[in-house]
């Protein structure tokens, strides 16, 4: 093969991915007007319902404009052989390889984030805002995204060291030591989220003694759960969605509710939706899917590890010097259908286990709060009530409500 038609692959790939998903929005978005399913008949009044048919028009349309905006730069960048000015830039500042990598995808990322800023400034300020979600002040916002900087240069740029390091010194076994750093990485993030990264961005605080803590911890008393970290984070400082989740495990294992969460559900519906949360951490859908992901992430690296060393991938972007940092760009896309692939698939396993979680808060507490707690977060969200089911295959983590609502009903 020559670099050209690897060249023009990478390009197909790139415009063949973006028409799949914008075909996909658009099917999505021709199903608003659909008729609600009479089960969710009471989830919007009229004057609601519309708002939400509103809301999901501007987000189509904000989602159109800004993929086609990053695809068009990405196209332009791969054509005007972008890649190679990165690379030319940060091999004029070191001749090191680790520093070179570091360098070379500051500039990538801190490009691509500058041209995505005034997008996300506008989904937070102007369709969020409209729609009386937003919560965020500009001051939240900038440290947000420093904060976020901050610790993409921590502990990617420290992970991308490592890596490029093992390629120096193992070659093509460097797949080995990545998998395992990355592995413990991600086992070790999962389990210290809560302390580490969580107090960087909210203030959480346990849940105070009362009626909503006793309801909680007697439903945990009688399903035999250890539970004594309870913590309310302040997630109305962003926005007014909602939520609750688990993380960690063993004495690391913590619920997490959203101040927004208390407001706006009963405590019964709060139990509920714990009890949701208790039967993934049950069913150990929180280890699997760790598992696969870490499997997953292997099979990536090692995949990586059998073409990262042909110059022609560098050849492709139109880079002079064959290098890691480049090789993991080309391959990055090409891997992309594949990731995709594995996306769908992830994201079927995770409904499924939606459902299971559903029956054990079925099971083991009530049906009834389960369905009210989510009518009134799918409420407040102005979620989508009639997606189209292509959509919902390969983008959605969580059964529609009309499904997960007959599966409750059962
Ligand atoms: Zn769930």
């Given amino acids: 093969m020559t670099a050209n038609t690897l060249f023009w692959i990478i390009v197909s790939i790139i415009i063949i991915d973006f028409l799949v998903d914008k ?19 009471d989830v919007f009044d009229e004057q609601e319902y519309e708002k939400s048919q509103r809301y999901k028009k501007s987000n189509y349309k904000f989602g159109m404009v800004s993929s086609t905006f990053s695809v068009v730069v990405l196209l332009l960048f791969l054509f005007l052989d972008g890649f190679d000015f990165a690379d030319t830039l940060a091999r004029s500042v070191s001749d090191n390889a680790i520093l070179i990598a570091l360098i070379f995808f500051g500039i990538i990322m801190l490009g691509s984030d500058l041209l995505s800023l005034p997008f996300s400034w506008y989904h937070t300020f102007v ?33 991308l060291a490592l890596i490029v390091w093992f390629y120096q010194f193992a070659g093509d076994s460097f797949w080995w030591y990545a998998w395992i750093l990355v592995a413990a990485f991600s086992i070790f993030l999962n389990m210290f989220y809560a302390r580490l990264i969580v107090p960087l961005f909210n203030k959480q605080t346990p849940l105070s003694e009362g009626s909503l803590r006793n309801k909680i911890e007697a439903y945990a ?11 309310v984070i302040d997630s109305s400082k962003r926005s007014t969605k909602a939520n609750a989740y688990f993380s960690g495990f063993g ?38 899917n760790m598992v696969i992901s870490i499997l997953s992430t292997g099979f990536t690296l ?36 594949i990731s995709e692939l594995t996306g769908i698939i992830m994201n079927y396993l995770s409904r499924k286990f939606e459902y299971q979680a559903d029956n ?38 969580h059964p529609p ?7 409750l009903e059962r």
């Fill in 401 to 407: 409500l009309y499904k997960r609502f007959r599966n």
């Fill in 221 to 231: 008393q009688k399903e035999g759960f250890t539970l004594e970290k309870i913590f």
């Fill in 302 to 337: 090692w995949i990586l590890s059998l073409f990262v060393g042909n110059p022609l991938l560098s050849e492709a972007l139109g880079v002079e010097n064959p290098g890691f940092h480049i090789g993991l760009v080309a391959f990055g896309i090409l891997y992309s259908p």
């Fill in 251 to 288: 004495s690391e294992k913590r619920v997490t509710l959203y101040d927004t969460l208390i407001t706006d559900l009963q405590d019964e519906e709060i139990v509920a939706v714990l009890a949701h949360e208790v039967g993934h951490y049950k069913k150990n859908h929180i280890i699997i």
């Fill in 360 to 397: 054990f808060a079925k099971q083991t507490y009530k049906a009834q709060p389960l369905i009210s707690g989510l009518k009134k977060l799918s409420k407040n969200s102005l979620s989508n009530l009639t997606p189209h089911p292509a959509y919902v295959f390969v983008h959605y983590s």
């Fill in 127 to 159: 369709i969020e805002e409209k729609f009386g979600f937003n919560k965020t002040t500009p001051r939240t916002f900038i440290l947000d995204k420093l904060k976020g900087w901050g610790m993409l240069i921590v502990l990617g740029g420290g992970i």
């Fill in 23 to 41: 075909i996909l929005d658009a099917l999505n978005a021709k199903h608003y007007n659909d008729p609600v399913p009479d089960s969710l008949k």
